[in-house]
């Protein structure tokens, strides 16, 4: 029995929509029945059509989708919401009210207050919610943080984030291009641009990797692209919990880099190196040992790894078995609430309303940092 | 309208079935329906209940299921066969007869006699037919072949592939593996060892990619682990028929690689390299100029690595993805042939009964090569 | 006629003494004809004889030392200082009042006030000083530069530099190890640690390379050895003069590391990767074009390399071939001033006193930044 | 007292002249007193002049040059010869008459009787005699000969040899280029083109690495560059005496490459891969374990590496810390001679003439192979 899906965005052409949708397919667990796939009616439905949805499920806007799908008996279980950041809260507060749980991309919203408005209303309905930070489904990112859990680094002391891209070098949102548009765009994207784009990943990563949580940050926003609204390149120093230190760099005016998230963790005992692009592999260096190079599906993976793979090792794994990972944990979370069964249970690593809050606490306060001028921020509340 | 897959062999637990499945099921164009999926018929059952097929489509061999579905208003279109080698013919020819389309895993036969055979009944049929060389598969394979064919490498004078495994260097087939048990063993696998397994995979695209045909070979096979009945190392010089040279180095006791597929192509004006493991980037270097990386999804990708892709630059696709576009080329020509139209002007890459013949003509040529001291052995006929 | 050479310090075991002395060797430039090698007297005359220095001109001390020197028809015309940084300004100084020019190896010295008292004493001397900051010798250090200086880059926005190291992950000082005992002693290397020991170099490499000037910085210093004395661990946020951004991180507890500088310039038309483990190519990446990689010798090398290159490329030239070039280059200097011409139109890039005190006012502002919890500090006088 | 050191050949822009010159230089050992410098005896002199060679040693031939030089009481101890490949034989032979000890560029000579006939008389003569097969000298390749020597691959099974260049992609030698030129004319380079000039580096390396002997080999050579003499491609089948097989692809041809010379050998036990284009680091894979990758100057590095090593890890060596290698062995081995001792007792790895016959038997053999068809002969006498 598949789990019954609906989406809110991700019409014909968006991007991360059809990521979404590979991702919930590639294990055959999920379904998509319903959708309001855009903010135009007619689009929308046309959407629907080209998806395979019913003509009875496809939905002019997400309030009316509720409604309808609540009402059913078989109504969605779940809803993937998609669309620009803006517009997160009001579609996942309303699904939340009616009872069906969300996936919602990242971040989590455009504001604090609306991202702790959910987490109460999560905390209140018991319901379940998934924020796609998609890069910890890959197999080595979980086998990093399997063997620093394991304590395979000592005690860590620093740790550096990187993710550096091209896409926005030049004024690209003043030429129509619609995925640069909305993200540049303080109304639609909230305060962080390349901060909350893709410094989200790099901060979400540097906690899930480390297990360690930041303490305080020192932020310096930049926006390089004459007349751009939002930072295009972020540095920032991270002071952890336990004295570790470390720094994000994220910035989308890096030229020659395509989607380059790079993370190195430094322990006493070891060292571990993490590359997006080639992410089937893991350096990994003993304390006066020679560097190894484990691999997804070789005799050093985990079972965090394994678990977390469809095929041996050498046959590539991507971007799209990530995501879908997320979806297949997300899943049994599903079906074990469905049992009645508490999903901590699992020791499943799907990233919750809580990374979600604190994703966009991340984002408001480097953002405070950067205009004071670049100074030390507290993030504990 | 989705396209009605059936499947023979590939039953839980085997690694190639499952391959197939996800391949058929990311871009949504097929449904599964029917499966005789083990030569045991409880297992077979099993097998089908836990992949959702129905109790009446589920069969206790090929030949049931043929006769079943051909008679079904709502019988499947086409039949994946994913068995051991020695178990494509039967069954290849049985569909064909029947009517069905066939996808066939490679290499396509075990005896060059059954491979002519079938060859032979698609003329007859006009029916539709791949061999999975997944390889040819990949973006940026795809995009090497381009290249070649737009002539940006002048005039081809080398091609060398390889295909290193460690994964046999030890006596595996006598320790219960199945996956090791069926390829080493005469009986299933046919004459090739790893050349059946790998080398076919190398000789196909050395001519998928340059265009080239091999028009003679000199092999070098060896069987280094004791006992062993199949070759586990093959050396292999070609000529080709423009004149260039080229070799092949397919091992699979090549100690410290998990799926070393590489092809590097050098003509007069540039050359290319493509590393499977690192699949998204293609090195391509201009006589007298700097090295460059095109990327898949980046500036340089071309028509036929786009058409193969999902996701931006820097998003990595891997394995599943490029044995995916093989099922979804299939399917546009599925759907052409249905409409009645020629799946020539497709322009797809989709292997055929005709690369099917040729790589076990290789497997073939090259062990009769290598028993008689390592000559030169003509492909022409 | 080979340029007569003294050293003060570098005796047998020493790291960078035999260092310089190779460097000094390799064009058949100089000639080693005295020297101070050792504080203690047996010490020095057994380095002496080892080097084949004669007898008269091994000198107990380095006073003796420029008297003797300076008093001979026949004496140097340069010494180099290889020394602890603690002991780089009373030699110089007394070399400089001798007449005699000097190379001195970084950081120039562990104070500011001493720094700017030689370079005081230089520019009323008029006498050539090289600081050899030996990273800018690479042939693709400077390729990087000459690039810049053509605009290649457009107009630069993000400095990246990193220099990590293992070393001194654990607590070497204590084990009695010569190189990590003065290196971690404030009284010998002065208030910084790893900041001096290779932050210093990163930074001068950060300027050289770009071209620009850094205006402002902010650090974090750690030591996170217990009971280390100094900084092990240095992360630098920098300003530069154009608006630029950038950051530097220095570490000698970064495990798996052994000597892993690496400086990446982000411009608004193109970027630039070197890393000095694998230094003879250089990535580069034009916006919105595929990456190259730049060799030494390669085609695209320009005459800053290739008049610092001895070999073609392909033929890996390393770090000792580098220092030599700032030797080779200190040589045509010294030429330049007996001849009476200016060394300004010889158009050389040896690092002289100027950067020297640039690199110690950089490790006082920031040991200064971090005392103060990191803040940002202005490098303006 | 540094060894005496003569040269033939390597004027004034000689290539290999001066990289002898450096090695020589390098660590001290040699002093160059003596030369005939060039066929013409003005330019003779004036290299001699710019070298600083006293003008009553600079010589207008070798044979003078002998002459003169074994009548001396200061007369040199060894000469280099770095003459093309047919001006070898002629003056190493006159030397060793006079007495001299004889440092040879490779191949040895471009016949194998000429190659015979040195040998017969260094066995006669009892002299020294290296052959500068200079990749030997690399720390990381003496490293994997000492692994392999130890065991710690266990039982080899394939050898993969490479060795591609660009350069002589098109026509070269006709444009007046002189590399090009005699390296391409059968009258100065001998019966191979590229199979002398890095074929038989490769075959040397094959040899040098595995501790193994070629027993038999079949090859295959190709001009593609119309009008082209000598060979500028090569493929060669490997047979060794214990069984293992093996490849050696020889190009100059391959665009892309500079001096891309790769050895990889594989055991039943483990792996090692060496690139010459980052010399310092060998990848190690055991079997069923992570790959390594051991450094120069690593926690890796045995006593071969190490004793072959200037500086610590991370700081790279190259071509011309390798070529001096096999001077400063050489200087020992000319030193024990001296005393009487015997060379043997050093253990030190240079290249004899024995491996000088070698080599041009491998060239002789390899040519006939082709020439035949491609078939299998035998290195066996």
């Given at each position: 029995m598949k789990i019954r899906l609906g989406m809110v965005g991700g019409g014909t052409g968006a991007f991360i929509g059809e990521v979404h949708r590979i991702a919930a397919r590639l294990d055959d667990r999920y379904e998509l029945v319903a959708g309001a796939f855009n903010s135009d009616a007619d689009r929308a439905r046309q959407s629907a059509e080209a998806l395979g949805i019913k003509s009875d499920r496809a939905y002019a806007n997400f309030s009316e989708m509720a409604g309808a799908e609540c009402a059913r008996a078989d109504g969605i279980d779940v809803v993937a919401i998609v669309t620009p950041n803006n517009l997160h809260h009001a579609p996942a507060k309303c699904f939340l009210k009616a009872g069906i749980h969300v996936i919602c991309d990242k971040p989590l919203t455009s504001s604090l207050d609306d991202a702790l408005d959910l987490k109460r209303l999560v905390d209140e309905t018991g319901l379940l919610f998934a924020v796609t930070y998609n890069y910890s489904g890959y197999p080595m990112v979980r086998q990093a943080r399997e063997m620093i859990r394991n304590g395979?680094?000592?005690?860590?002391?620093v740790v550096q984030v990187e993710y550096p891209q091209e896409w926005l070098s030049t004024d690209l949102e003043s030429t129509g291009q619609k995925q640069a548009a909305w993200r540049m765009d303080p109304a639609q994207a909230g305060p962080g641009g390349s901060l909350g784009d893709i410094g989200t990943h790099a901060f979400h990563l540097a906690e899930f990797i480390t297990g360690l949580e930041v303490k305080s940050l020192l932020a310096e926003l930049n926006a390089f692209v004459a007349g751009r609204l939002l930072d295009d390149n972020a540095q920032i120093m991270l002071r952890f919990a336990n004295g570790a230190r470390g720094s994000i760099w994220a910035s989308q005016v890096a030229v020659g880099h395509e989607n380059g998230l790079r993370v190195r963790v430094y322990g006493d005992q070891a060292s571990l190196e993490w590359f997006q692009e080639q992410p089937n592999q893991l350096k990994f260096c003993r304390l006066g040992a020679t560097a190894q190079f484990l691999t997804r599906g070789g005799v050093a993976a985990g079972s965090a790894a394994n678990s977390a793979s469809r095929t041996p090792g050498g046959h590539p794994e991507g971007f799209l078995e990530a995501f879908a990972n997320l979806y297949r944990d997300f899943a049994d979370q599903i079906e074990a609430f469905k049992k009645g069964?508490?999903?901590?249970?699992?020791g499943l690593s799907v990233p919750s309303v809580t990374e979600g809050v604190k994703g966009v606490q991340f984002v408001e306060k480097a953002v405070a940092s950067s205009e004071n001028g670049g100074v030390w921020l507290s993030l504990e509340s």
């Amino acid at each position: 029995m598949k789990i019954r899906l609906g989406m809110v965005g991700g019409g014909t052409g968006a991007f991360i929509g059809e990521v979404h949708r590979i991702a919930a397919r590639l294990d055959d667990r999920y379904e998509l029945v319903a959708g309001a796939f855009n903010s135009d009616a007619d689009r929308a439905r046309q959407s629907a059509e080209a998806l395979g949805i019913k003509s009875d499920r496809a939905y002019a806007n997400f309030s009316e989708m509720a409604g309808a799908e609540c009402a059913r008996a078989d109504g969605i279980d779940v809803v993937a919401i998609v669309t620009p950041n803006n517009l997160h809260h009001a579609p996942a507060k309303c699904f939340l009210k009616a009872g069906i749980h969300v996936i919602c991309d990242k971040p989590l919203t455009s504001s604090l207050d609306d991202a702790l408005d959910l987490k109460r209303l999560v905390d209140e309905t018991g319901l379940l919610f998934a924020v796609t930070y998609n890069y910890s489904g890959y197999p080595m990112v979980r086998q990093a943080r399997e063997m620093i859990r394991n304590g395979d680094l000592g005690t860590l002391r620093v740790v550096q984030v990187e993710y550096p891209q091209e896409w926005l070098s030049t004024d690209l949102e003043s030429t129509g291009q619609k995925q640069a548009a909305w993200r540049m765009d303080p109304a639609q994207a909230g305060p962080g641009g390349s901060l909350g784009d893709i410094g989200t990943h790099a901060f979400h990563l540097a906690e899930f990797i480390t297990g360690l949580e930041v303490k305080s940050l020192l932020a310096e926003l930049n926006a390089f692209v004459a007349g751009r609204l939002l930072d295009d390149n972020a540095q920032i120093m991270l002071r952890f919990a336990n004295g570790a230190r470390g720094s994000i760099w994220a910035s989308q005016v890096a030229v020659g880099h395509e989607n380059g998230l790079r993370v190195r963790v430094y322990g006493d005992q070891a060292s571990l190196e993490w590359f997006q692009e080639q992410p089937n592999q893991l350096k990994f260096c003993r304390l006066g040992a020679t560097a190894q190079f484990l691999t997804r599906g070789g005799v050093a993976a985990g079972s965090a790894a394994n678990s977390a793979s469809r095929t041996p090792g050498g046959h590539p794994e991507g971007f799209l078995e990530a995501f879908a990972n997320l979806y297949r944990d997300f899943a049994d979370q599903i079906e074990a609430f469905k049992k009645g069964k508490s999903i901590n249970d699992l020791g499943l690593s799907v990233p919750s309303v809580t990374e979600g809050v604190k994703g966009v606490q991340f984002v408001e306060k480097a953002v405070a940092s950067s205009e004071n001028g670049g100074v030390w921020l507290s993030l504990e509340s």
